[in-house]
């Protein structure tokens, strides 16, 4: 039966918004790195869709409740795109705005990582790699054993799945069928030395993943409505955790960053910077014609 068309008008409403969203989150991170004169263009960039989905349609969490031991847990456990993330908190109402332009300043709440208790919101302090997921499964774990119907969430790089401790907490998850669990990792194929397949190849990853008793997705991590179905069907796999291979861009959104693994740890010029911004102001437009 075919879809009413106010069914259809409503679903790409908030598409549209969720899409906007993401370049309204991708523009304060490059003015964010800017400000900075440091930080992590491609991976920030490259996350801003998945985050915008999390922080705007799918994480059960409230600004005026921060600590309300019911909601949703995120762990970034490739803490160096917090850029992203922090300013997905700001536009969520966590903290104010104006916090974003201290981003990695001396005495800054914003740090380089996120740091629990510094601002609200945050669910897990980052630093080393590989260690999200751990701390993730137990978060799980833990509610599990408390009876709580919150959900955790899991993004990490696909460069740290070359360190073993992801690989454990992998097992453990599968063996404990914590289905609870959602695990996103952001496919984009660098890491900070080169390109993970020449570094170390991590494929056949869908298959590893499946092998410790994982249910895996694979999906176009910018095509918003795959990012909304993988998560709202990882709610209904009630026999184990869920994996979403999200396949994404490093440097989106910026012509002159997009695939480079040289932009892992690097900002923006002021002229790069200007640049970018004019290019997602181009695709926020791009974006609204689409749904005339």
Known sequence: MPQHKSHVHAQ????????????ELRQDVVKMLLSAGSGHSAGSLGLADIISALYFHIL??????????????????????????????AKKGFFERSLLKDLRKIDSP?????????????????????????FAVGLALAGKMAANLYRVYCITSDGELQEGAVWESAMFSGNKRLNNLTWIIDRNNIQ???YTEDVMPLEPLRAKIESFNW?????????????????????NILERPTAIIAHTIPGKGVKEMEYKFEWHGKPPSKELAQQALQELRTLEGQIESDYD
């Open 60 to 89: 059960n969490v409230n600004p005026k409740s921060p600590n309300d031991p019911q909601r949703d847990r995120f762990v970034l456990s490739n803490g160096h795109t917090c850029p992203v993330l922090y300013a997905a908190l």
């Open 110 to 134: 914003l740090q380089g990582h996120p740091h629990m208790g510094s601002v609200a919101g945050l669910d897990f302090t980052s630093g080393p790699l590989a260690q999200g997921l751990s």
């Open 192 to 194: 900070i030395d080169g």
């Open 12 to 23: 790409n409403s908030y598409i549209l918004d969720l899409e906007k969203i993401a370049v």
């Open 215 to 235: 249910h895996v997705l694979e999906i176009n991590g910018h095509n918003m409505e795959e990012i909304l179905s993988a998560c709202d069907l990882a709610k």
